[in-house]
Nanobody
Framework: QLQLVESGGGLVQSGGSLRLSCVAS????????IGWFRQAPGKEREGILCLSDGDTSTTYADSVKGRFTIIKDNAKNTVYLQMNSLKPEDTAVYYC?????????WGQGTQVTVSS
């Protein structure tokens, strides 16, 4: 059974960078669509990046376009979220998600805090 564990969150100043990791175990990610989501305090969880099954296309939310990138390392069964030019409004708990048909798997989340 697929399990996901995120790490790499922390406190960073505005304009800085962070790289989050999402390590998969129990199954490979080969046939899954991979998404990164975030949830800020008092707000609903929002999708910010989605890498399609087969790694053929990536969809970005307007709020992160040009700043965030999703990177998939099949050898390590790991997906990364590279976040550059961070802003205070990027402060949230970040989650990775793997989807295959009706199956949805979530990680536990990692906190990112951007100070102004």
């Amino acid at each position: 059974q697929l399990q996901l564990v995120e790490s790499g969150g922390g406190l960073v100043q505005s304009g800085g960078s962070l790289r989050l990791s999402c390590v998969a175990s129990g199954s490979t990610l080969d046939h899954y669509a991979i998404g990164w989501f975030r949830q800020a305090p008092g707000k609903e969880r929002e999708g910010i990046l989605c890498l399609s099954d087969g790694d053929t296309s990536t969809t970005y939310a307007d709020s992160v376009k040009g700043r965030f990138t999703i990177i998939k390392d099949n050898a390590k069964n790991t997906v990364y979220l590279q976040m550059n030019s961070l802003k205070p409004e990027d402060t949230a708990v970040y989650y990775c998600n793997a989807a295959l048909g009706f199956v949805r798997v979530w990680g536990q989340g990692t906190q990112v805090t951007v100070s102004s």
